[in-house]
């Protein structure tokens, strides 16, 4: 499928021409008590999300932004019951079609980064916030957290982030991971003008600490039981000596 889109840039290259976004789908939701917690894991999904498949429409359940954060909670409170921990799904941006030159341009994502950027210093002020970034939601979460405050950053089926190592990230740290079956790992990580988002942030120049995801594909990084949710709820619970390394 990547491979059809990276079709559709190089013919575009050098005609690409800006379209203003259609209206998307906004949808924030909490899961656990954030008034009292502690610590926030705040899950932010790629592209082809919508209200539909915010929570449902999918056959992996887990695989939408409402049924991860169900399966994050749930990991993190199987390895600590006692941990304040909330975790919040954010639908806070246009989710670009994954088939459109808006999908692989940082667009929407510099839109989200303002909103995501602004959630994070001001509704979750004051508490140890980790991002968990999947896909082209990776591009939002890059932009957002220069200055944020925000403790760790995790990208996982990233495309790229829009910069060329995790020291232009300010002081988050960044954490990549990449299933062996996910398909994203075979596209070009490059940049053409305002087409893709440079390097690959698993790659061993960039700077990432990378976590175990075991043989994940794009769509099965919080999968319940799988190695990949396990080292997501261990960052998210800041015990991340824990964290297996990919």
């Known amino acids: 499928m990547f491979r059809r889109t990276l079709a559709v840039v190089a013919a575009a290259a050098f005609a690409y021409v800006t379209v203003p976004p259609p209206a998307g789908d906004r949808v924030v939701r909490v899961y656990g008590d954030l008034g009292t917690a502690e610590l926030v894991a705040v899950i ?10 915010f929570d449902g429409g999918r056959a992996r359940p887990y695989s939408t932004p409402g049924g991860g954060a169900r399966a994050l909670l749930a990991e993190a409170r199987a390895l600590d019951p006692g941990a304040r921990l909330a975790v919040v799904a954010w639908l806070g941006y246009d989710s670009p079609a994954m088939l459109s030159l808006r999908a692989v341009t940082g667009e929407a994502a510099e839109r989200g980064a303002v909103e995501l950027r602004r959630y994070v210093t001001g509704a979750l ?30 990208v996982f089926g990233s495309p790229g982030l829009g910069v060329s190592s995790a020291a232009e990230l300010g002081g988050t740290r960044l954490w990549a991971g990449s299933g ?19 390097p690959d942030p698993a790659g061993p120049a960039f700077g990432a600490r990378l976590f175990g995801t ?17 080292n997501l709820a261990l960052i998210a619970l800041g015990r991340v000596g824990e964290v297996s390394r990919g």
């Open 44 to 53: 932010v999904p790629g592209t082809d999300t919508t209200a539909a498949t």
């Open 125 to 154: 002020g004051g508490k140890r916030v980790s991002l968990l970034c999947h896909s082209y939601g990776s591009v939002v979460c890059a932009g957002a957290v220069p200055g944020s405050g925000v403790a760790d950053t995790v």
């Open 180 to 198: 062996t079956r996910d398909w994203i790992r075979e596209a070009p990580k490059l940049r053409i003008g305002p087409l893709g988002f440079g």
């Open 214 to 230: 075991g043989s994940a594909d794009h769509s099965e990084y919080l999968r319940p039981g799988g190695e990949s949710l396990r």
